[in-house]
């Protein structure tokens, strides 16, 4: 395995991202607002997707190029651990290993993110929540680190909102369950932060503002001072 290589920023130029099994871009608005140069690469094609993208399959697009970025985030498909899917007796592959084992070749910093359901395969992960950002959703997504790249676990606070039950509108007072097929879209973008995404975007998508926090811990860590203003 390749060991991990420095962090480092050629002058007059963004670090680069890598965001794999990007879909339609919500890791990576987070990241480019953090002040990362995004590409983004997803086997679908990913016309909504707001930055640079790269139709390719992920694992083998990492494995082949992982080492020319700065920083690597990869959101393998969640659908073989979430609830929802189980119960309708649907099956999807389990990406999560073999996308460790390629991000592990890279010599990069990496983050992989998924579900709850993953977490018994995710190596301690770092919960985030939507009331950690003053985000009106509990969208709990886990971030495994490596690489050299480490994140501490922010505070959670109680969950005391009610929450809309899945699928139905979201009454006031309550915030809003954006999964499955879910009502209101317009207000999912307004909560979520994500104004150019369709219905299947945002279901899928990690709010940017997780993805910032991540970003910008990031350059902090893993950047020469003189060289990167974080």
């Excluded at 050629?10 to 339609?24: A, E, H, S, Y």
């Excluded at 953090?34 to 990913?46: C, I, L, N, S, Y």
């Excluded at 494995?63 to 609830?83: K, N, V, Y």
Aim: with cysteine; glycine share 10%; aromatic share 10%.
């Amino acid at each position: 395995m390749t060991q991990p290589a420095t962090f480092r920023r050629v002058r007059g130029r963004r670090p680069r991202l890598l965001d794999l099994f990007c879909c339609q871009g919500g890791a990576a608005k987070g990241y480019a607002d953090a002040g990362f140069d995004v590409t983004g690469v997803d086997k679908d094609p990913q016309p909504r997707y707001p930055y640079r993208f790269v139709h390719a399959d992920a694992i083998t697009f990492v494995l082949e190029h992982g080492a020319e970025f700065d920083f690597i985030h990869a959101s393998p498909p969640c659908q073989h651990d979430t609830e929802c899917q189980r119960i309708q007796g649907n099956t999807h592959p389990d990406l999560i290993d073999p996308t460790r084992a390629a991000l592990e070749t890279t010599g990069r910093p990496w983050v992989m993110e998924n579900v709850r359901g993953a977490v018994p395969k995710l190596r301690t992960p770092v919960m985030l929540c939507g009331p950690m950002f003053a985000l009106e959703t509990y969208r709990h997504r886990f971030f495994e680190t490596g690489g050299g790249f480490r994140l501490e676990q922010p505070g959670h606070c109680a969950h005391t909102v009610p929450q809309a039950k899945m699928g139905r509108p979201v009454p006031p007072g309550y915030y809003g369950q954006y999964v499955g097929n879910f009502s209101g879209v317009d207000l999912a973008r307004r909560v979520m932060g994500v104004p150019w995404m369709n219905r299947d975007g945002i279901r899928e998508c990690i709010p940017p503002a997780y993805a910032e926090l991540i970003g910008r811990h990031a350059l902090r860590q893993l950047a020469p001072a003189l060289d990167v203003a974080a």
